[in-house]
């Protein structure tokens, strides 16, 4: 019963944020103020995550192809598609989820605490609208891009470890990397990047927007935010695969 009240507060925030919409620039600067925080404030670490992501599997690979049959170009084929279909997409999100959520959910978390969304709902300004929303749109503009950065990275990365330690020759590398490449797999991480972006947004504000309590309540809804997020990310990765692959 408590997850089906939960869930039934989560979609009523999300509803709400359409109830009543404020001035379009009070969105705008919010928004681009969020996009920096989200964009900018996590790319160094899916940058480096990415790229040891990508030349480890590339490593790994290597070390398990032993067979004289299998060609060598297959390692940046099984380099590539495990980075654009698993790694960049939901590994990266899951790091997100922590960077990203715990943020969101900390930030809401003390405006409620310290009352300022009950100052915001004084004043006759819809909250949810103009604290919520900004952060959502900001992840589903962002997280794609950063799951398209961390794809590229990943790639390059694997390249890198595979040349330096001589697993394979640059041009064997590039020649397996274009070879038997199916565009739908770019196509299908970007849908996993747009619905793991709602999430790393949308449940850590419904966290930090209802906290009750004092700073010691911040931090565990700041936990449980990040972990119900990962495990939403897990199940809606299954589900997305189950339908689309």
Known sequence: MQFLSELGKYFLMIGGMFSRPENSKMYWKEFMHQCAEIGIGSLPIVAIISFFIGAVSAVQTAYQLVSPLIPRESISQ????????????????????????SKIAGELGNMRVSEQIDALEIMGVNSKAYLIMPKILAALVVIPMLVVISMVLGIYGGRVASTMTGIVSPTIFDKGLLSAFVPFNVFFA??????????????????GYHVKGGALEIGRASTKAVVVTCISILLADYVLAALLL
């Open 190 to 207: 970007l849908i996993k990047a747009y619905t793991f972006a709602f999430l790393i947004s949308s449940i850590p504000a419904y966290y």
């Open 78 to 101: 099984i380099v590539r598609d495990t980075v654009i279909l698993e790694f960049s997409s939901t590994l990266v999100c899951i790091v997100l989820a922590g960077v990203v959520g």
